[in-house]
């Protein structure tokens, strides 16, 4: 073989060799470049998950607005190592919660209502502040909590079948305030009577004794935070018989829209049948 067929040979097999190398850098760079993405979902789809969890997370007594318990909580479970029925928990991994904060599940084991509320001194940080727990007085008042909201799932609460069931009144801790029973005549049988919960939001401290005692499969009576589970009126509605929803007038305001038919007289819009008085 002469020189130059050598050296046109060594010439191809380089530049073969630097077009795999390329090709395979390319893939590389690719298969990096899907991993990345496969792991930022993931790590986008896992803090979705939280944060959608965590807007139905029931919080011990004290606890701030979510937002701020969320940046203010040191995960350090002193709160949860102080309270005597094991009620709180600390979210773990692949709990699909913000991971070591506290949060109870009333279902399983509810807010006890103790009267001392341990879990809400030990706090280092004011995550669990003892003014949203305590009275006029300065002390600690566990009715002042607002863990949460119950909420009655009127379709399956089996009182509102006319079936008589007491359960979760029974076992409310602020009998006859956070939920009363209300009589009315069950027109169906015209001889019985239904005894219907109705559950009172400025009295419902959201411990979930009722959603614990609830006899039915899965409970028709549930907690929900309070942003969650209640509507918001806006400043558009006040109680004209309420002078302290009065005050949320002064954040109110108002808009005036002129029109050419605003501009005239109340008379002569009234007077005017169609354009009669320009005739």
């Known amino acids: 073989m002469s020189n130059n067929n050598l050296e046109s040979e060594k010439k191809m097999s380089k530049k073969q ?16 470049g899907l991993g990345l993405a496969a792991l930022g979902g ?6 979705v998950d939280e944060v959608t969890a965590s807007q139905l997370l029931l919080r011990p007594p004290g606890a701030i607005e979510e937002e701020e318990f969320l940046k203010t909580c040191i995960k350090c479970g002193l709160c949860v190592e102080h309270c005597p029925f094991d009620t709180l928990e600390l979210a773990k991994p692949g709990d699909n919660k913000p991971l070591g904060t506290p949060y109870f599940i009333p279902r399983e084991v509810p807010c006890y209502m ?9 706090c ?16 600690l008042d566990i009715t002042k909590a607002q863990m949460g909201l119950a909420v009655v799932d009127v379709e399956n609460c089996i009182a509102f079948w006319g079936i008589q069931c007491d359960a979760c009144y029974r076992a409310c801790p602020l009998l006859d305030e956070a939920i009363t029973l209300e009589y009315s005549k069950n027109e169906r049988t015209g001889k019985h009577a239904f005894l219907k919960p109705v559950v009172h939001s400025d009295a419902c401290t959201g411990c979930g004794l009722c959603e614990r005692a609830c006899v039915t499969e899965k409970a028709a009576i549930f907690v929900l935070p309070k942003e969650v589970a209640q509507g918001k009126v806006g400043d558009h509605y006040i109680k004209g018989w309420d002078a302290e929803d009065e005050k949320r007038l002064e954040n109110a305001f108002g808009e005036e829209t002129k029109t050419e038919l605003s501009e005239r007289s109340p008379m002569d819009s009234l007077n005017d049948m169609g354009g009669l008085l320009d005739e």
């Open 17 to 32: 060799g630097e077009q795999n190398s390329a090709r395979r850098t390319f893939l590389l760079n690719t298969a990096r």
């Open 42 to 47: 993931l790590v986008w789809s896992a803090y």
């Open 114 to 122: 103790c009267t001392d509320i341990p879990c809400v001194p030990v």
């Open 124 to 139: 280092p940080t004011n995550a669990l502040e003892e003014k949203l727990v305590s009275n006029d007085e300065g002390e």
